[in-house]
């Protein structure tokens, strides 16, 4: 099975693509004495196993036009930052780009999920030289970026683990302490944040 | 502790004060209960001693305008003996206990410790101000969202909400989060508050501090509708 048909083969380029814009975007910053945007940045292309059980999941006929039109995540890419400031600074860096259009936002940092989950997520629309689903080309491509501290990450990663144990004699206890530690990190995360500023007043 | 002594007889005030001091309390006395209520709006004590019969406004209307303002403080009344009414009306006021003249130093002394017991044992477990609620045992800020604080965050939040109606000044608040030995002046009091702004942010909150560096500071709600 090949949900991705033919356009399967240009995801991983333009994955490589979008990560080489942000990249990029870092080194401009960076040139001009600012300090780096982000700590560093991840992609992938979902694989076709997760894209049909999701597809399933949600109703969609199995093609290509499920994976790519209705999904919009077959593209991921991760910017994981040093500090809150830096997500909303990509945000609006992003969004200011030519080469991109952000079509979808949900800042869960500012509000974060019941669970803790804490993340700042964008869907966009990149053209591309290749054919799309809608056989146009330059073709438009979807991409999820999400953006996190590194605190917001690790915490991803372990409540990834939990969600994926089933043997787990007491998930509502794992899962308030997990939302206590959510709190905890946001607290130092706010708490970099705001010592970063006081040292700056000085400056 | 911090106490507002209102008593009007003034050898008996000399005597009291000595003894407080001597234990390490700090008082202020007033002589009327006019006095006694403009300090209670003005500043923050950890306890206030107010006689019934004074000049000017009686303990007991001093008690009952000092709770229409919403003051907690906890208020102990010294009555004389044989007026049983004195106690009930003084209670029903909004005082919290009575001694009854003439009382023991030893006495008056023991209850201020046990007072003192129960503020550090006994805080409230809650306390909601504008959209935030603060979750002292949990040292925990929710609104849209929640974060945890540090113990200290968690004390200054404190006494901002429970004495929003005022303006707090620097040797308030650190006497109140640090108590008195520690080493903190203005400059990491404003890092506190800092710290206590930015959460707020996250939080999405309507409530806010304002003043600058140097103080006074104090809590506003900024939300539209007032929960009240």
């Known amino acids: ?203 | 502790m911090r106490i507002l002594l209102a008593e009007d007889e003034k050898e008996l005030s000399r005597v009291l004060i000595a003894a407080m001091q001597s234990t390490g309390y700090e008082v202020v006395p007033v002589y009327n209960g006019l006095e006694a209520v403009k300090k209670a709006e003005a500043e923050v004590y950890d306890a206030m001693l107010f006689d019934v019969m004074m000049p000017v406004m009686t303990g007991i209307e001093a008690v009952q305008k000092i709770r229409a303002a919403g003051n907690q403080t906890y208020i102990i009344m010294l009555t004389a003996m044989a007026e049983v009414d004195d106690k009930v009306t003084g209670l029903d006021a909004g005082a919290d206990d009575y001694i009854t003249k003439p009382f023991s130093l030893k006495e008056l002394l023991a209850r201020l410790r046990s007072l003192e017991r129960r503020n550090e044992n006994y805080t409230e477990d809650t306390l909601d101000f504008g959209d935030i609620t603060l979750i002292t045992t949990e040292q925990r800020l929710e609104s849209y969202n929640s974060i945890s604080l540090s113990a200290e965050e968690t004390k200054l939040l404190n006494i901002l909400i429970l004495n929003s109606e005022k303006k707090l000044d620097n040797k308030t608040l650190i006497e109140h989060t640090w108590g008195k030995n520690e080493k903190i002046d203005s400059e990491m009091l404003w890092i506190y508050i800092s710290y206590l702004r930015q959460k707020l942010q996250s939080v999405n909150a309507h409530v806010g501090i304002c003043g600058n560096k140097g103080g006074p500071y104090q809590l506003i709600n900024n939300s539209k509708e007032d929960p009240k």
């Open chain 1, 1 to 203: 099975m090949e949900i991705y048909g033919t356009y399967g083969k240009y995801l991983p380029e333009i994955k490589d693509e979008i990560m080489h814009k942000i990249d990029e975007l870092n080194h401009e910053i960076d040139g001009q004495g600012g300090r780096k945007l982000y700590e560093h940045l991840i992609g992938r292309v979902k694989c076709e196993d997760s894209m049909i059980e999701k597809c399933q999941r949600k109703g969609l006929a199995l093609t290509p036009k499920s994976a790519l039109g209705n999904c919009k995540d077959a593209i991921g890419i991760r910017v994981v930052c040093n500090f809150i400031d830096d997500i909303y600074k990509l945000v609006d860096l992003l969004k200011a780009q030519e080469w991109c259009r952000v079509i979808k936002e949900k800042d869960y940092v500012s509000k974060s999920k019941p669970n803790g989950y804490r993340s700042y997520h964008l869907i966009i629309k990149v053209s591309t030289p290749y054919p799309d689903i809608y056989e146009k080309k330059p073709g438009e491509y979807y991409a999820e970026i999400q953006l996190r501290t590194i605190a917001m990450d690790s915490w991803a990663s372990l409540e990834h683990e939990l969600k994926y144990k089933h043997n787990i004699k007491n998930p509502e206890q794992i899962g308030n302490e997990l939302k206590r530690c959510a709190d905890q990190l946001a607290s130092c995360d706010v708490q970099m944040q705001t010592i970063r500023q006081v040292i700056h007043e000085y400056d």
